[in-house]
């Protein structure tokens, strides 16, 4: 059954509702593949950066992919709580239960979309790094770890399951 017709979010509805953002995903790791595709054919254009300047810049590139991991998390946790207990405008509140199961659908992919664009970052940065002419080694661990966030905060069905039951108690 559907959500808006009882208000009880369910596994199945809560999989067709991430379809979208599923496909996000996808799109992400597809564009983290060609990335790394071309720095490895050297499609991108490459230069070599001295050695003094390349180590400074690794290592800015490391501190930042290592803060921004967890930090991810830290904000997707105030994100996710935010979607959830955001009230509604006047205009939505009078809305029907369906309208108000779509405001939960699109908060929860803007959430996965800020998401996986802060590990896109991460892959930028060993995309960045490489160009500069730093080892293959160097892509590998931060693209490695941007993988690692995307797979850690996929999108999940219980997390919109809370943002669409939250959102259906507003509407009562």
Not at 116 to 138: E, F, K, P, Q, R
Not at 141 to 157: Q, S, V, W
Request: glycine residues 6%; contains cysteine; aromatic residues 10%.
């Amino acid at each position: 059954m559907a959500i808006w017709k009882m208000f009880e979010a369910t596994e199945c509805d809560a999989t067709t509702a991430l379809k979208t953002s599923w496909l996000a995903v996808g799109v992400t790791l597809i564009v983290i593949a060609l990335m790394v595709g071309l720095c490895y054919y050297r499609i991108i254009p490459f230069s070599h950066w001295q050695e003094e300047q390349r180590i400074l810049i690794r290592t800015l590139g490391y501190i930042t992919g290592i803060v921004l991991l967890p930090l991810t998390n830290l904000l997707r946790f105030v994100l996710l709580r935010l979607c959830q207990t955001m009230p509604l405008s006047e205009t939505q509140t009078k809305i029907t239960a369906q309208t108000r199961y779509a405001v939960a659908i699109s908060r929860y992919f803007k959430l996965n979309v800020l998401t996986l664009s802060l590990m896109m970052m991460i892959s930028l940065l060993g995309v960045g790094l490489y160009s500069v002419g730093d080892a293959l080694n160097t892509l590998v661990i931060l693209t490695g770890m941007a993988c690692l966030g995307i797979y850690l905060y996929r999108p999940k069905a219980t997390e919109f399951i809370a943002i669409a039951e939250e959102l259906a108690e507003q509407g009562k």
